[in-house]
């Protein structure tokens, strides 16, 4: 049964960090790019990052980059998101995506 649970979300101050993870099952992450997204009160869904498993390669959008690493756990299927220097605007609903298939959703609320 294809699959993708995000977990780790909570609430952190402002500089803090969080590491998010998206356990997969049903395929392999050699075969299929997984990204993370977010959806923030009132704003559209946006790409975080997204990486190939089979090659290394990321992506970061730019209000990520240089805070948060995208790596994956081939042996554990499961893509995490390192997240630092965390802002208050980066508090939102956190997806993971791959294959088509969307996970629940971990909440990250960035507040003092």
């Known amino acids: 049964q294809l699959q993708l649970v995000e977990s780790g979300g909570g609430l952190v101050q402002p500089g803090g960090s969080l590491r998010l993870s998206c356990a997969t099952s049903g395929f392999s992450l050699d075969d299929y790019l997984i990204g993370w997204f977010r959806k923030a009160p009132g704003k559209e869904r946006e790409g975080v990052s997204c990486?190939?498993?089979?090659?290394?390669?990321?992506y970061y959008a730019d209000s990520v980059k240089g805070r948060f690493t995208i790596s994956s756990d081939k042996a554990k299927n499961t893509v995490y998101l390192q997240m630092g220097s965390l802002k208050p605007e980066d508090t939102a609903v956190y997806y993971c995506?791959?294959?088509?298939?969307w996970g629940q959703g971990t909440r990250v609320t960035v507040s003092s």
């Open positions: 990486i190939s498993s089979w090659d290394g390669r990321t």
């Open positions: 995506n791959g294959v088509g298939y």
